[in-house]
């Protein structure tokens, strides 16, 4: 069992930054693929970026060059820093583990066993 807690959400104007935080137990943490989701109000979960055990890293088109996923698996700790934030990165932001993601589809949500209970980022013009 893995339990996923997220942290670092909050309010930041357009063009700012945030850096959110998923913090895990257990101690195969290191084994995980972990991803970031991402839901507006009345929408599906969207992929958003996602770090795998070999620490590639994967990110949907709207995300690159802005966002950053990294891993500290010292810390059981998979961060998503957000830069240039724009009002439509305003959602609340999931992690997701799961130890067995198949690579073509890294990005489907139900590949995903374990997930948080979410954090929300809002950004204001």
């Known amino acids: 069992q893995v339990q996923l807690v997220e942290s670092g959400g909050g309010l930041v104007q357009t063009g700012g930054s945030l850096k959110l935080s998923c913090e895990a137990s257990?101690?195969?943490?290191?084994?995980?693929?972990v991803a970031w989701f991402r839901q507006y109000p009345g929408k599906e979960r969207e992929f958003v970026a996602a770090?795998?055990?070999?620490?590639?890293?994967y990110y949907t088109d709207s995300v690159k060059g802005r966002f950053t996923i990294s891993r500290d698996n010292a810390k059981n700790t998979v961060t998503l820093q957000m830069n240039s934030l724009q009002s439509e990165d305003t959602a609340v932001y999931y992690c997701?583990?799961?130890?067995?993601?198949?690579?073509?589809?890294?990005?489907?949500?139900?590949?995903?066993?374990?997930w948080g209970q979410g954090t929300q980022v809002t950004v204001s013009s």
């Open positions: 770090i795998r055990r070999d620490r590639n890293t």
């Open positions: 257990g101690r195969t943490f290191r084994d995980y693929t």
């Open positions: 997701a583990a799961d130890r067995q993601v198949i690579l073509s589809i890294i990005g489907i949500g139900n590949q995903y066993d374990y």
